[in-house]
């Protein structure tokens, strides 16, 4: 079955730091992938998407490339802020459309 | 995009006792589904809501514990019933949009047993 594996937090950087979270998956067929932020108190949000292979989805200075090669989806930014602190959560979405999620990093930004 | 309202936003409810959570959303959608979200862990697919029949259950989850109706295209129910302490979770709605194809979810119902 689907399955993803992301990067276990929590991951604490300081305001202007790069930031990587680590997405690896696997997956029968051509799935689509996500990342998806939960925000303190607030409920899900999609942060990125791609669909297919070498697709770069991008969002609020937020990157991730999907690479077939390597089954990845890593997420990225060249310089976080205070209010980038949440939770993210990779996904993916096989033939079904249901979503399969990682177990979600914490990221604290400190100023 | 698509505006979901799930209700209730939260409860504390008390063992042995049942809830039914709604989920409305404002625009034309073809798939819901349901979803928990168990204190600091990832989101686990409970079921696909089907319309006017039964809903399509994931590993480990049954319709006793977990019935859920969807009477129409844009509104669905998810009971959890003879709850216990372990019920403690997020649950949350989300649909697949008809034009775009795009997820979205709802805010969550947040319930705490007892």
């Known amino acids: 079955g689907n399955s993803v594996t992301q990067m276990e937090g929590p991951v604490t950087l300081s305001e202007e730091a790069f930031l990587t979270i680590n997405c690896t998956y696997t997956a029968t067929g051509y799935p689509s992938l996500f990342w998806y932020v939960q925000y303190p108190g607030e409920g899900l949000q999609l942060l990125l998407k791609a669909t297919k292979a070498d697709d770069k989805g991008s969002n609020k200075g937020f990157e991730a490339t999907y690479r077939k090669e390597t089954t990845s989806f890593h997420l990225e930014k060249g310089s976080v802020q205070v209010s980038d602190s949440a939770v993210y959560f990779c996904?993916?979405?096989?033939?079904?459309?249901?979503?399969?999620f990682g177990s979600g990093t914490q990221l604290t930004v400190l100023p | 995009s698509a505006v979901i309202s799930q209700k209730p936003s939260r409860d504390i409810c008390q063992r042995g006792t049942s809830l039914t959570i709604q989920c409305q959303v404002d625009?034309?959608?073809?798939?819901m589904f349901w979803y928990r979200q168990q204190p600091g862990q990832s989101l686990t697919l409970i079921a696909t809501a089907n319309q006017g029949s039964e809903a399509t259950y994931e590993s480990g989850f049954v319709i006793d514990k977990f019935p859920i109706s969807r009477p129409n295209l844009t509104f669905s129910t998810l009971t959890v019933s003879n709850m216990s302490p372990e019920d403690s979770s997020i649950y949350l709605c989300s649909v697949e949009v008809k034009v775009s194809g795009e997820l979205f979810f709802g805010e969550g119902s947040r319930l705490t047993v007892l």
């Open positions: 625009s034309q959608v073809t798939m």
């Open positions: 996904a993916l979405s096989g033939s079904a459309r249901q979503l399969t």
